[in-house]
């Protein structure tokens, strides 16, 4: 059953309606004018996206390759100056204690030789 | 290697290029049919610039396994229907046109009269059903064809038909047209 051809109100609709206008020429120019600018809108998004991209990536590991090899520098650094630190320390704190000895010692002889 | 990199960013991508020509040449026609009855005659060359700029802009995301036809005219009426809640101005187009009053005309701008009352009583029916009626109606599209344009089922497709006719048929007695 086509109902388009045997209902009355499709057939006044479809005897009545308005024709569509014709395409026209301008709006077909206006129309590929703006997908010219689209694509030159996606052009210059690219030319400006791929160059910071790309820096920002060489940056980023630029910088965890700096951080590692500093990270890795300090673990093995520290442990050696803590101990060059410290045996320095007991060694000037030795001397002191052998030098104040030793100045004791020179003192009590010389004492014991004045007694005598 | 560079220069070929960058000449065909700057063309775009030709294909897709190719691809939209032969698309708008296939479906310009019908498209125009669709904007020019579901939504304002006025607006016409705006919407289809509107429709055609979305499927250039979606070719890339088109789903290569649907059929680009009824997405297109999905596009289409989508475009028109959008522009009509954005505007929202169905109501005032209905009420500065509703003032025809002749019931059998014969003069010689009976045409004009009778194409201001289609666009009335189109006009003047709810956004999916006007879809419906136009998709069957002035651009021929069968029932399952209108369904995968709408995304509804096939028996939506037919009841909506049915109440757009019958509220159109409300609206031209109304206006004194003998059916």
């Known amino acids: 059953m086509n109902t388009k051809k045997e209902d009355p109100v499709f057939s006044y609709l479809k005897e009545h309606a308005e024709a569509v206008p014709e395409r026209s020429r301008s709006a077909e120019f206006q129309l590929f004018a703006k997908l010219k600018e689209l694509r030159e809108q996606f052009f210059k998004k690219t030319l400006l996206w791929v160059p910071v991209t790309m820096t920002s990536l060489v940056l980023i590991l630029f910088l965890s390759v700096s951080l590692i090899q500093n990270h890795k520098q300090n673990e093995v650094a520290t442990p050696v100056s803590s101990d060059m630190r410290l045996e320095a320390f007991l060694e000037e704190s030795f001397a002191s204690i052998t030098e104040v000895a030793e100045a004791q010692q020179e003192l009590a002889f010389e004492l014991y030789r004045n007694e005598l | ?179």
């Open chain 2, 1 to 179: 290697m560079a220069t070929t990199i960058l000449r065909t960013l700057r063309e775009g991508l030709p294909d897709r290029d190719q691809v939209f020509e032969h698309l708008y040449s296939q479906h310009a026609d019908r498209v125009r049919g669709i904007l020019f009855r579901i939504a304002h005659p006025n607006d016409l060359e705006d919407l289809q610039q509107e429709t055609f700029v979305r499927v250039w802009k979606g070719l890339n995301l088109f789903r290569r396994h649907s059929n680009v036809k009824t997405w297109i005219y999905r596009i289409a009426v989508n475009t028109a229907l959008d522009h009509l809640r954005l505007k929202a101005r169905r109501p005032k187009e209905v009420e500065a046109t509703s003032s025809v009053e002749s019931v059998d005309l014969k003069t010689p701008e009976d045409a004009l009269v009778h194409k201001r009352r289609v666009q009335e009583v189109l006009l003047s029916l709810e956004d999916d059903l006007r879809a419906v009626l136009v998709l069957h109606l002035f651009e021929n599209f069968k029932m399952n064809e209108i369904a995968k344009i709408l995304s509804i089922p096939t028996g939506t497709v037919k009841s909506r038909l049915h109440r757009a006719r019958e509220e159109a048929r409300k609206y031209l007695e109304s206006q004194g047209v003998k059916l």
